[in-house]
């Protein structure tokens, strides 16, 4: 190679570093997503003559229209249809809140297509993680002679802790 084809090379190398550090740096941007699959439905329908491929492939398109990904195949008489349902906002919502139940704050549920996009804000507010905590641990006003509730934002998750209440220090 020469001098001019190595200097391309390099500066491609760099330019290609520099794009793939810049990429892991948005990772950390506040914001933390997971995808919730739902495994399809299945739904089986025997028939009195043989199955045929095309049919059986026409019969599952013809009664999940509305759905994602119908597709259907013979097994003996058997035409087995596999489809996905659409995502609902209130089913998604609730799969998120059941995923992380420990991201609370700023949740973000986005459907695509048949799948479910859980969006939470990685930050914690330390008013909301005191009061958090406490219906965690299902601490009342009566408790705080017994024990207290400690809270701590940390890395953008609230830790709780509960131990025995602080003494007030008295001034020597």
Not at 116 to 128: G, L, S
Not at 151 to 162: H, L
Request: glycine share 4%.
């Amino acid at each position: 190679m020469n001098r001019a084809n190595l200097v391309v090379l390099a500066g491609v190398m760099f330019f290609l570093c520099c794009v793939a550090s810049s990429a892991n740096g948005k990772k950390s941007s506040g914001r933390e997503m997971k995808i919730v699959r739902f495994p399809p439905e299945t739904q089986n329908t025997t028939l009195s003559e043989e199955c045929r491929f095309e049919e059986c492939q026409q019969s599952c398109y013809d009664n999940h229209r509305d759905s994602y990904d119908a597709k259907g195949q013979c097994s003996g008489f058997t035409c087995i249809c596999q489809y996905r349902i659409p995502c609902t906002l209130r089913k998604c919502i609730r799969e998120c809140r059941k995923r992380e139940a420990k991201h609370m704050f700023g949740l973000k549920a986005i459907c695509v297509r048949a799948d479910c996009h859980c969006d939470w804000k990685n930050r914690c507010f330390p008013a909301q993680c005191k009061e958090s905590c406490k219906k965690q641990l299902k601490w009342n006003e009566r408790d705080k002679f017994k024990w207290s509730v400690r809270s701590k934002c940390m890395n953008g998750d609230c830790i709780c802790k509960s131990g025995p209440p602080r003494q007030k220090r008295s001034r020597q």
